[in-house]
């Protein structure tokens, strides 16, 4: 006897798409359908009973009535970026500053054919990508093609995906291992050459009467409170000129951190099998190319923070660590110009005071530094809303899959009403969505998955830990030195089924109060938190979730009150901790009781 297919959790899968938001409960026809990633799900549909209390003479039940019924469930998750950013979105009831999915591909079919065109062999791909969005383009080793773009046209034909982008002086290079393509829709000002730092002083960003910022505070992509990624300033740079290099001539560069020492052969074998060894061309300049290459090699592996451009026989190096290097050379017969024009303390993480058309005035201070540098700002940021004119309830229809045994569960009208983060040390950063909605339809195909729907994947970015991806704790903005054991966030949106008269469905899903509570398991070492606790302060925490691929995510509860902090000895050979558990309130700054900033890779370019 043949044994009859038995599903298995391992082939099962959840798709959701986005209903309209006037539209609660009706799936969309047609429109982009997104896969979830998810470690448990429990989404299903349920109902409720009673049993008549008629009375018979044998004792018997005479019925058991259906009363109503209602899909729903939890998902839970480890956390990755972009991949719970519309279930933030949708428990908060607002709305992301700038539209932004982390989609990211790297490998040998990501590939630079024209000077403004990328290339993504294989499958279609093209609707990853939309016109007028930006990019960033990264692990080439020719310096000017890694670098933020914005696309102006995308198409798959011939078994490709063609990304036309605006403005750019790429060159062809083939892909490799590290050659990546990923959304990059938070750079709000791209590669700007007239923006000014630290003018008179002052803690500002500023256009020199230009308006730079207009537009984007007008769009409310920047508003006080909220935090910027500047990049493109503050990188240290060096020249090499080679001329008549002889065999073991030895060049060494450090990028303040790390050392190598490249030697000159005329050995072709010797420089094609060692990262260090580097061919000496028939002019100066192929020799020139030939050290860069080897510079850069070393770079898009991550061993090395010097980016290399040529220009004849002359090496610009640029230190993406911003200070710190040095060159030496061995044998005294280049031309070296040392390191200078770092500064470390320009551009990266800033968070704004206050913003006008032309100046943006941040929390730290900013050194003197002229306009002239190809500066980038990125920004995209997520708030509860504080007007209430902005809450948007928002809705989704949600699959679940049993592919192996080809039957489908289709939920409707999913509210999403509970989202809780797990942060402990030495584990992966987890958490749950817990969702609530209208009907539930069994299929024997899938709905989301083919036919009218534009089907795409969950952005393939990798989950973290709370142990080696985040980073310095602050309170009240400044760094705590208080070491935490675990931290645990807690949304509440109190959902509940909105139950009418002919209908088994709720007719409406409705939002109550948010709540947004938590705990921080501490080690006990000074009275910070608990004086907190005594005098019923308001303090503000904050944390940065950064991935391997330098995704940034920064978690902000703006203000709240210590609702408990035992300090006691629990026993023999154990640590003091502080159990703090806390509330958060309305923030009169920036009008939100949560605040969640992402940004794409903050790597620096190398163009």
Known sequence: M??????????ASLREIVEANANWGETPVSGVSRNIRFTTSSITVSKETAVSDEIRA???????????????????FEFSAGNQDRALQRVLMGAWSRPMEFDIFRGNHVAITANNQIVIAGDDVSAYF????????SGFLTAANNDYLEISDVAFAGGATTITVTGTTLVPEAGSAYTTVQDANDVVIRRLNTLRFG???ARTIDGNGTAPFAALIAAKQIVPGQRIFVDGIGFETATVTTAAVEVDDAITLNDGVNAFTFTATDDETE????DLAFLIGGTDAETAANLAVKVNEMRVKEDFALSAAVATNVITLKNLNKVGGDITDEAATMTVVPFAGGDADVGGFYKVVSATGDVITVDRDVPTVAAGAPVTIKASMLRNPGNVAEITPQSATIETGFNDV???????????????LEVSAGAIITGSITTMGRETKRRNTTLLGGGAYTVLEAPATENVSATANVGALSANDEELATALQSISIEIEGNLRAQQAVGSKFPVGISAGRLNITGTINAYFADGYMFDKFLQHKTVSLSFPIIDP???????TIPAFKIMSDPIAPGGIDQDVMEALEFTAFRDAATKCMMQIDRFSSTSPVTA
């Open 2 to 11: 043949s044994q009859k297919l038995l599903a298995d959790s391992n082939r």
């Open 58 to 76: 044998d004792r018997m039940v005479s019925a058991v009535i259906e009363t109503s019924a209602q899909s729903g469930g939890e998902i839970a």
């Open 549 to 555: 691929d330098k995704n940034t995510y920064f978690i």
């Open 130 to 137: 939309t016109d007028g969005r930006r990019i960033k383009t």
């Open 271 to 274: 420089a094609d099998a060692s």
């Open 406 to 420: 080809s039957q489908f569960f289709v939920a409707d009208g999913l509210r999403f009403g509970n989202l809780s």
């Open 199 to 201: 003018t008179g002083g």
